[in-house]
């Protein structure tokens, strides 16, 4: 596997404005997608599906590529889709894959073993984006959770339109489903740290174990661009924070440089950054996620629940979010007020 340095480092903004509501970070996968899908080409990311599934499908229409917008903190399943890339690689079609970066280097070794490409940058009707990626759980747990909020919601017909980041209340960790019950319809919308799934994801303790010794998780690449969350941005580029979210992007190839410049850069706002400023707050640019001493509490219960048959007590009891001062002023405030004064108090005393 050959890893690069990136050759330049940009925070960038969609100029769609809808398409950046619904984008988990500063939208730039559509801003990277749109020239593909004007170019009758096909893009391929991860869908998640009501009940939980999170499957990897190609987009050939920009009404199919917002099916792909937002962050499913899971593992996709990827079964049958590097076949399908390198089909549309060798019918010469133009093509966006996009994923984690292990499914992205997955992919090019696919395409070099079946003979599709010689090399990536070589590759000139083919762009590979990867994810900056702290780690994933396994589908199984997500699919537990959900059926769990479902009973716990006592819903008609399951949870729907999960999205692991709303902007409801602006960019940050915030969760969103509604559901219907005897008819009525219920919408929820939190911060990431109320949900058990969710919390336990953000302390690190679910992810594969592979995840913690992820060869990835430098600031050296295997894919033409990185996209992620311009996190610190406010203190890093102030005049270029929005509360409706800044991606960072590292271009990684030549060939990444041209079609940024030569089809996506008239989509976005963007300036140029560099990639110390990218890594401060992007801990997963340098090393993997440090594996949490309580990873080995959470491995212990879940073996206990599924031998007892019974994976609700899991999120009603083993995974629960402890109250927190936070968690209570959060609650007081109106939304977004918590993640605004986070902010200001940074600033203040960078
Ligand atoms: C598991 C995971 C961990 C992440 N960790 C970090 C992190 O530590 N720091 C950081 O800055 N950013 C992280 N990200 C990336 C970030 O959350 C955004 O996905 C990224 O900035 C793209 O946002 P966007 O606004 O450009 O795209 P959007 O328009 O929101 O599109 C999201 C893109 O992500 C892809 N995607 C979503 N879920 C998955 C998945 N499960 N597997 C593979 N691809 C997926 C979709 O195919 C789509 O292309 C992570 C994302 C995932 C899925
Ligand atoms: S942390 Fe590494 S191994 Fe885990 S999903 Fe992300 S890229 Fe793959």
Redesign the pocket.
Known sequence: MEFREPIKILAVRDRDIE?LE?????????VLARPIIEAKGVVF???MFDGGE?R?VAARSLDEVST?????????DTSGVYCEVANAVQAGIPTLF???PC?CAAVVSYLKARKSIVDLESCNNLIVCD??????PNAELFHSYQVWLARKCRTDDGVHSFKF?TKRNGWGLYYYYYYYRNGRKHEVCEPGDYDPYYASFLRGETYRECCYRCPFARRERVTDFT???Y?GIESIHPDFYNSK?V??VLVNTEKALHYFDDYAAMGCDHILSDLDSAVRE?H?LNAPTKRPISRDSFLVAIEQRRVEGDMDVLFDKDLKPKKSVKRFVKRLLPAGTFSALKRAVKMVTR
């Open positions: 398409a619904r984008a988990a970070s500063g939208g730039a996968f559509s990311g991860a869908r999170v990897h792909l917008q937002g962050s499913a903190y899971v593992q996709s996009v994923g984690t499914q994810l900056i990626c702290h780690g994933v980041r996209i992620g969350d996190w979210g991606s960072v992007n997963n």
